[in-house]
């Protein structure tokens, strides 16, 4: 590969954010094989089902789970560098896109504005419980309204800005390393007692990999919304995750609608801290999260273009 490829790294991240954009992942190619990311779980899933055994104490699964960690950091970072030794820049491309999810939460979240603008509620519950963790049935238009928002701008960093975050510091093995620990994170970094020790590392870990990307995620939010600003440096420190309050809170204060508050999980309520100011989210506010995330994809993309001619002018690594 040419050595001059580190200095072009910006264009080829922002080449895979454009293509993903465009075609996400096609349904033909879902149909044929699935994501990589379904590969990564079935790994996770398998060591989660040989090495957390109930006889283990805690000791013993927090450091097992440690292991889990680094068998799936090796084999995505191994996957990564050879992806990109053998195959060059477009291959880095077009297997970068794998890693981003634009599009794809973009058509998530639309698919429950529709619905809920058009007053189905039955259908944007649905819809909802696709993205969300908590018991939909419950749901009422303002709290369908606030849960897609939420996700909206949590996953604006764990599937946006985090990957392209990681991809431009260090490649396609740092991307395919992100994706994978997040993958772990959703699949075993719970608080529920079978995971709580051996998904600690995991969880962890993920934590520190958002850390940058929350806080830059929020901003472009902030930015893209033209205002949330204050809400997001007042309120982001209330959320229960260290890295998920920065881009809720900054959506939060972009609508002026208060979002998080009371919602059940597993039959249970929550009491979770109030984000924002103002009146519940609306379907319109819904709308309105959608257009934001799109102006904050595109402040996204002017920045890759930024750091391409500030890294080393617009020389694409033929």
């Given at each position: 590969m040419p050595a001059r490829l580190s200095s072009s790294g910006p264009w080829i991240v922002l080449a895979a954010a454009v293509v993903e954009a465009a075609v996400g992942y096609p349904d033909a190619l879902h149909r044929r094989a699935p994501h990589p990311v379904v590969w990564i779980g079935g790994l996770i899933s398998s060591l989660e089902a040989g090495l957390n055994l109930p006889d283990f104490n805690g000791t013993t699964r927090r450091l097992l789970g440690v292991v889990t960690l680094g068998v799936i950091v090796g084999v995505s970072g191994l996957a990564g560098w050879l992806i990109a030794k053998v195959g060059g820049p477009w291959a880095v491309v077009l297997v970068g896109t794998l890693g981003l999810a634009q599009r794809s939460l973009f058509d998530h979240v639309r698919a429950v504005a529709r619905p809920l603008a058009a007053g189905d509620l039955d259908s944007a519950?649905?819809?909802?419980?696709h993205i969300v963790g908590r018991d939909v049935g419950r749901l009422n238009e303002s709290d369908i309204a606030t849960a897609a928002i939420e996700s909206l701008a949590e996953s604006f960093c764990d599937g946006v800005v985090a990957p392209l975050f990681w991809f431009v510091v260090a490649g396609l093995p740092g991307l395919f390393v992100y994706k994978a620990v997040?993958?772990?994170d959703s699949l075993i970094g719970h608080r529920e007692p079978r995971w709580r020790a051996f998904?600690?590392?995991?969880?962890?870990?993920?934590?520190?990999?958002?850390?940058l990307p929350a806080r830059l995620a929020g901003m472009v939010i902030a930015l893209a919304g033209g205002r949330g600003w204050k809400i997001m440096l007042r309120d982001a420190g209330k959320h229960a995750s260290p890295n998920a309050g920065w881009p809720e809170a900054a959506m939060a204060g972009a609508l002026g609608v208060q979002l998080g508050g009371p919602a059940w999980y597993d039959g249970a309520l929550s009491q979770r801290p109030v984000l924002g100011?103002?009146?519940?989210?609306?379907?319109?506010d819904l709308v309105r999260a959608l257009r934001i995330y799109l102006i904050a994809c595109g402040l996204l993309w002017v920045m890759l273009a930024v750091a391409g001619f500030v890294w080393g002018g617009f020389a694409w690594p033929l």
């Open positions: 519950r649905i819809t909802v419980g997040n993958t772990a998904g600690w590392a995991s969880a962890r870990f993920d934590d520190l990999l958002n850390l100011e103002g009146g519940a989210a609306k379907p319109a």
